[in-house]
Every structure is written in C-alpha cells, then in structure tokens.
C-alpha cells in the first residue's frame, strides 16, 4: 500500500501558517513554517500495530541552504536533512524510519535552525509488514 496520508495542514502547527500560494501540493495547501529554531509540525499518526515505520515527508525548499527538522517520535529524536529542491513549487520527498506503538504515536517534525523548516505538504507512514494480498 501507499501508506496512511496526513495532511500538514490538518497536524498541530507551532509557529507556521497554512498558505497555498506555490502549486504541487497535496491536500489544502502546506505548512510554511516560521522561520525561526523550533517552529513545527505535530501529527497523531495511528498504527494497527507496534513496528518500524517509514515516515516520508513531501516537502519544497526553494532556497539552497538545508533546512534540517529534528523528527520525534513518541519523544525519541533524530534529525533529517531538507535539502533546496530547487524551487517552492518543486516538491519532493525525505524518509526516516522510526518505531511506532500500536495506536496513537506523536510526530513532531521541528525546525532546527534559525531558517525555519521546508514547506510541508504532507507525511505519509507505511508500516512495513507482509506483501499485498494480490486480488483478482
Ligand atoms: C518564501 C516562500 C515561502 C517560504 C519562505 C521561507 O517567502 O514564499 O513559501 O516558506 O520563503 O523561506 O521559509
């Protein structure tokens, strides 16, 4: 399967405003994240069942400078580099793997510099687990 969508739009938001002013997002619109050290996007990602995850963040960066977010999950942290994508309408996508319980776990992807976060469109979790049934 593709994963379980969430829209940055719709997470818990911390110092960052939803626009739709650079085309390609998904959903609504994105998440501009203010730029300053610790704004951030928070979501409740739900899982069936406990096991890494792969956690893909679809974001644009139109400058060249990275913009890292430090993701954590159900507290624990690691940072994740948002490289310049080349434009704010170009959108592309970075992937981390985290453990996540059965149930409700938080995801918080917070802006480690100054520079604020990337824009942020969307996550996307796919637990890993046995292949697709394939149906007829
Ligand atoms: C520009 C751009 C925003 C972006 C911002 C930034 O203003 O239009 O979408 O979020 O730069 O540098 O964070």
Do not use: M
Request: proline letters at 5%.
């Amino acid at each position: 399967p593709g994963g379980n969508e969430y829209q940055a739009e719709d997470a818990t938001i911390t110092q960052g405003v939803v626009e739709s002013n650079h085309a390609g997002f998904t959903g609504r619109g994105f998440v501009n994240y203010d730029n300053v050290t610790g704004s951030a996007v928070e979501f409740t990602v739900n899982a069936a069942t406990a096991g890494n995850a792969t956690l893909t963040f679809r974001y644009a960066n139109g400058t060249t400078v990275n913009r890292p977010l430090s993701i954590s999950v159900n507290g624990g942290a690691q940072t994740k580099d948002f490289p310049g994508t080349g434009a704010w309408t170009t959108w592309q996508e970075a992937s981390v793997t985290a453990a996540l319980n059965a149930g409700a776990n938080t995801v918080r992807a917070g802006a480690t510099t100054a520079n604020g976060g990337p824009n942020l469109d969307r996550l996307t979790v796919s637990v890993a687990g046995p292949p697709d049934t394939v149906k007829p």
